[in-house]
């Protein structure tokens, strides 16, 4: 059975940094895409991030791009996600997700796209 456990949330101020881990079990990171989304109160979950470790692809949201950062360790089947000068507005509960099935670019950033979730951090920005 797939797993997966995130960490590393937390209350920061806007300017600051927090790096997101999201550990699995239960199956091999190299086989899987995985992704991290976000969701707000009062707001869909969103696609942040994602990474394919079999071509080593990364995407991002546009609202991320150039301050967050995807990596993965398959050895520790670990995927982090590095989040630098934080703002208010990416105040939600993070989740990673991860599916098996081959996907585009741009599905990668559908919830819909993928199998099993984990269970959510929070990261809360302060202005």
């Known amino acids: 059975e797939e797993q997966l456990v995130e960490s590393g949330g937390g209350l920061v101020q806007a300017g600051g940094s927090l790096r997101l881990t999201c550990e699995a079990s239960g199956f091999a990171f190299s086989d899987n895409i995985i992704g991290w989304f976000r969701q707000a109160p009062g707001k869909e979950r969103e696609g942040v991030s994602s990474i394919n470790h079999f071509d080593g692809s990364t995407t991002y949201a546009d609202s991320v791009k150039g301050r967050f950062t995807i990596s993965g360790d398959t050895a520790k089947n670990t995927v982090f996600l590095q989040m630098n000068n934080l703002k208010p507005e990416d105040t939600a509960i993070y989740y990673c997700?991860?599916?098996?099935?081959?996907?585009?670019?741009?599905?990668?950033?559908?919830?819909?796209?993928?199998?099993?979730w984990g269970q959510g951090t929070q990261v809360t920005v302060s202005s």
């Open positions: 997700a991860g599916t098996y099935s081959p996907l585009t670019l741009s599905a990668r950033f559908s919830s819909m796209a993928y199998s099993y």
